[in-house]
């Protein structure tokens, strides 16, 4: 039922901008109401767990020139978890992983991107990437940086 229900209202799905925008890039895949799980062990000011898991659903979109992941809770909403373009430069707060169960994204020390935070998060956006998709995309794994508010946004805590 509750698959049902967010299909209907729209959570999960890309939003008209950004599937424009993706569409116009040459579109290699592009998955919407995916089921995300994400785990956060640790603290950020306005949240303290243990081992947290949570499913989430959100869109996933691979083109020839990024990767976009979304994040969904309301209609016609959507928040970026990674936009991250194939030739941009390396980070090193977060590490993104394609490989055939989907797309992982962890941050394995959240204290990185702010020093007020420890603990550490990760993302799995469950849909299944062919092993012939795999191939044609020029990175399966890469690394970026986020500002304080990703954590925040991802944990579901207003930004501070």
Request: hydrophobic share 40%; glycine share 8%.
């Amino acid at each position: 039922m509750a698959v049902f229900l967010r299909k209907m209202l729209g959570i999960g799905k890309l939003p008209d901008d950004m599937r424009a925008q993706v569409e116009s890039e040459g579109v290699l895949h592009l998955a919407e109401f995916v089921p995300v799980t994400y785990r956060f062990s640790g603290n950020i000011p306005g949240k303290v767990a243990k081992s947290n898991i949570s499913s989430y659903v959100g869109a996933l979109a691979l083109t020839s020139e990024r990767v976009l992941g979304t994040l969904s809770t309301v209609p016609n909403k959507a928040g970026r978890t990674v936009d991250h373009r194939w030739d941009a430069p390396p980070g090193t707060m977060v590490h993104g992983t394609l490989d055939e169960s989907g797309l992982t994204l962890h941050v394995p020390d959240i204290s990185v991107v702010d020093p007020g935070f420890s603990g550490s998060l990760k993302l799995h956006y469950k849909e299944p990437l062919p092993a012939d998709l795999l191939m044609r995309i020029p990175q399966r794994t890469f690394t970026f940086d986020v500002p304080a508010k990703f954590v925040y946004s991802v944990c579901g805590v207003p930004a501070h």
